[in-house]
């Protein structure tokens, strides 16, 4: 049987910058990597242990 290390899910969301600050300075979240920092279409945020998608 498989064994799950981790799971990174995929949230869609309308606009990836306004949502990075937010989950940033709401949640303390730390940008993992963005696909393109004048427009992205898609980034990873993490905080400890737990990393979300945003797209």
Same mark, same amino acid.
């Given at each position: ?20 600050? /937010?989950?940033?300075?709401?949640? %303390?979240? *730390? ?10 279409? /898609?980034?990873?945020?993490?905080? %400890?242990? *737990? ?5």
């Amino acid at each position: 049987m498989a064994v799950f290390h981790a799971v990174h899910p995929i949230l869609p969301v309308r606009d990836i910058k306004i949502s990075l600050e /937010y989950y940033k300075n709401k949640f %303390g979240f *730390v940008i993992k990597f963005i696909n393109n920092s004048e427009q992205p279409l /898609y980034a990873g945020i993490t905080r %400890g242990e *737990v990393e979300i998608h945003l797209q």
